[in-house]
């Protein structure tokens, strides 16, 4: 078709409305990368794409109130499980023309609708475009003719919420007078997520057995989540003073620096500084809390991309570090980033299991978990929020933990005994403070250095947000 960004992005929301909620977060690159389009495209691409993520239960709340009881978006099968409904192809349409028409203000309406008429025709079936034009000029008459922000959001009954604080208003009161529910629709949260903190599970009191966190609380991180994350680089081991530069300005949290570049000058920057690097200072809570240790032996064993690995390798520089990752695309990463390191090993971790038994006076275990606390990060996290996926979750990260108690040093040649950092960028009780708890009843573990980090920002904080901040939690076990 003759607009190469559009149809691009709209095949990727197919896919990821198949997918739905277990997205597949490598698509949208090769898509990209695959289809020939110009710089600007390719930016705007991106742009509905992100616009839909962020906004997919939004989207699909407000689409779902034109489509009639025979077609719904959705209806369940026999296990309780989606089933039927809107097929992926026509939803990627109207998810994509639905965001250009209600939160992209410089997209013509007209455009929007043609396009995705048009692509349902040529891609899904002639028929297909008569559907998707019905439900999405019905949906375009909820964005007024004129202006369409007011200067603070309030959760409305006509309000959603934009990531600089305003609120984008609609012609008609079309949210849930429920409160809950309208917080759940208006910032995309499923609800279940919204309810599982207000019930202590997570959010602000979520501390095991705590009371749950309040409507205001849960407004606030909700919000939180809406927000556009800043860059933000660990500037803590500098060895030389940062250029001066008016890219760069102090974050509120010591030793960390906000970029407000473009990511070429980013990539130009990092490529001639080793000693800072991409880390919020929720993720660097770990390891900072855990600086005064002297081990000889580290062992990283959910190393991802290697953040926390060359935070390790610059807090203890005379310390061996052996990284690893059971995903092979993050094993390969690590690879290359750790090619040149002295001090640091990159090693399968079958590998690791088989040379360093009773050897490890630190393991450090950035476990997989929920993402909770970096929903801005990571928008799509919060659409696969339930508690049975929160309960696999944490048999993965215990089944983690008990793996890893026999590479620690049992101190039978003298010195202390090994200990392990446990850190997840959760919110939840259930993966965090619980689990430790669970280590040391059932391991003789032994929890200390708890520490916790709340997101930090709200949509409608001046640039250069220098308050952001991620949600984490870290403890020492042993």
Known sequence: MADAARHAVFRVLARQAKLYPDFDLSVMDKS???????????????AIYDAVVRHWLTLEYLISRELSDRQPWS????????DGGVEPRVKAALLGGA??????????THAAINHAVEWAKQVIRPGAGGFVNAVLRKVARLKPETDNRREIFSFGLDELPAEDG???VLTEPCLPEDELHRIAVATSHPIDLLRHWMRGGGGPSGSGGAAGASIRELKRLALHSMMRPPVILNSMYARTPLPDSAALTPHNAPGHHVFLGTSHELGALLETRSDIWVQDPGSALAVQSVADLQPKLILDLCAGQ?????????????????????????????ERVFADSEQVRILGRRKIQETYIGKADLVLLDVPCSNTGVLARRPEARLRFDEPHLEQLIDVQRQIIADTIPLLNDASMGGSRGRILYSTCSLEAMENIEQVRWADKWHKLGVSRERRQLPEGQPGDQPPLVRYADGSFAALLG
């Open 32 to 46: 990209a990368l695959e289809s020939p389009m110009s710089e600007l495209d390719r930016a705007f691409a991106y």
């Open 75 to 82: 209806k369940p099968g026999l296990n309780g499980e989606p």
């Open 99 to 108: 965001a250009q028409i209600l939160l992209m203000d410089k997209v013509p």
């Open 166 to 168: 305003t609120a984008i």
């Open 306 to 334: 290697g953040t926390k690995t060359r935070q390790l390798a610059a807090v203890f520089p005379n310390a061996r570090i052996v990284a690893t990752d059971i995903d092979p695309a993050r094993l390969l990463t690590l």
